[in-house]
């Protein structure tokens, strides 16, 4: 019994067991077989965050879940990652990563990103925060 803690391996327990495996290969990629260094590098990428209105959080939420499935079918979307903070429930926060800043743009222009966005304004406690990033160390990311 461990009183309420789990216990996770360690980073050192991961490597030991890609070692006797003979591979860190399932570490690095996604249920899709995607790696890093398949990301390109000048790929464009995005954190936004968003906080709903108070007593609006399970709306915000409920709306914005489904953009997951949808982000993840446009042609330059790369990775795309909705997080909820568990110490400020409410508070969305987005990794995004696209394979152009005009991919990102066209996204942001999709019926389905737009439609959210429409819905901002009577659930979120303002706009969507946007930092756009480059990604470095991955390639010929200068």
């Known amino acids: 019994m461990y009183h309420g803690m789990m216990r996770f391996p360690t980073l050192a327990t991961l490597a030991a067991t890609a070692s006797i495996t003979g591979s860190t290969s399932g570490m690095a990629r996604d249920a899709d077989g995607i790696r890093y260094g398949e990301i390109p590098g000048k790929a464009f990428s995005v954190i936004a965050e968003v906080r709903a209105k108070p007593g609006k959080e399970d709306e915000l939420r409920k709306a914005t879940l489904p953009l997951v499935a949808q982000v993840r079918r446009e042609p330059d979307n790369l990775l795309y990652f909705l997080h909820e903070d568990h110490q400020a429930p409410g508070r969305f926060v987005f990794y995004e990563?696209?394979?152009?800043?005009?991919?990102f743009e066209a996204h942001n222009l999709t019926p389905h990103?737009?439609?959210?966005?429409?819905?901002?304004?009577?659930?979120?406690?303002?706009?969507v925060?946007?930092?756009?990033?480059?990604?470095?160390g991955n390639g010929t990311a200068a």
């Open 129 to 136: 925060t946007v930092a756009r990033l480059e990604i470095l």
């Open 113 to 127: 990103v737009q439609d959210w966005f429409a819905r901002l304004p009577e659930l979120a406690d303002g706009g």
């Open 97 to 103: 990563i696209f394979a152009s800043q005009a991919g």
